[in-house]
């Protein structure tokens, strides 16, 4: 793999977009498992445990879909037709829980802390299926004639788009319930770590459902993963997915070893599902009609923006680090930032 500006930009979104899903994957997730802590206590103090840095959160998804349309303007043009429903899902989600976020703190009434509650729940859950669905949607392939989307408006909806938004959907509650047992104590500690239980074994079961199912999507999938001798390249992703689920499942069950534990070894979960899909689906971007090459801006351009970038992105990240340092420590019911 040459390291030329297109290769650089790719890296660069990919961890743009990987940085999301660590830090918007546990707030989305604690929206998810909602519906299992239903004391307004309880609620309050999950909310708190973001409550600083939530917000900033989807910096690094404004990041990635702008650092698209900049450098990669043929790729934008033709998966955001491909998956209009599916964005503008996910916009709308992002939008409500975003307000309820806030309003729920300043409901007078049970029904409207109710309504506001059920909206944050809503709208992560609808996120988190939007964000995996539309994944889905770019692994099994979209259909490109000339330099333009040439599918229906229906075509993103298949049994493995389902697949791809439900195990997201796991993977986020997983994070989610991590992030409590990092950042809580007590009761609604023990809770989380149950419910990481839970969503570890769905999660992956997601992984393994998902990871059967790709590389018989593509004949180039194919290849990458099951033909010889590329298999024993590419054993290690799998190999390390089995190693880290078993270190997962003994943290949170033995009871034993730091808190923030099970929260890191579902990150390297994540981190192997990233490096999975990098090699099923590199060189291209749209798998299996559009490479990098074809879809990158022209040279000078990429250029330009990637100086931008070079100086903006550490500052971005250096906030983001102090701001998760100065509200590290766990939190106790009736404490809060808000």
Known sequence: MALDLTTAWALLLAFAVFVYVVLDGFDLGLGILYPFFPKKDDRDLMMNTVAPVWDGNETWLVLGGGGLFAAFPLAYAIILPATYPLIIAMLLALVFRGVAFEFRWRSTSRFSRWSWDMAFMGGSTVAALAQGMTLGTLLQGITVEGRAYAGGWWDWLTPFTLLCGVAVVAGYALLGACWLNLKTEGEIQERSRWMARIAGL?????????????????????????????????????????????????????????????????????????????????????????????????????????????????????????????????????????
Request: with cysteine; charged share 10%.
């Open 202 to 338: 769905l999660t992956v079961a997601g992984i393994v459902a998902v990871s059967a199912a790709t590389p018989f999507l593509e004949t180039a999938y194919f290849e990458r993963w099951l033909a010889w001798p590329g298999i024993l390249e590419v054993a290690i992703v799998p190999v390390l997915v089995g190693v880290l689920t078993l270190w997962l499942a003994r943290s949170l069950t033995s009871g034993k070893g730091p808190d923030w534990l099970p929260f890191v070894l579902a990150l390297g979960l994540f981190l192997l599902c990233f490096a999975g899909l990098g090699v099923s689906m590199w060189p291209y971007v749209i798998p299996p009609s559009v490479t990098l090459e074809q879809a990158a801006a022209p040279e000078s351009s990429q250029l330009f923006m990637f100086v931008g970038a070079v100086v903006l992105v550490p500052i971005i990240l250096a906030y983001t680090i102090y701001a998760y340092w100065v509200f590290r420590g766990k939190l106790q019911l009736g404490e809060g930032y808000h």
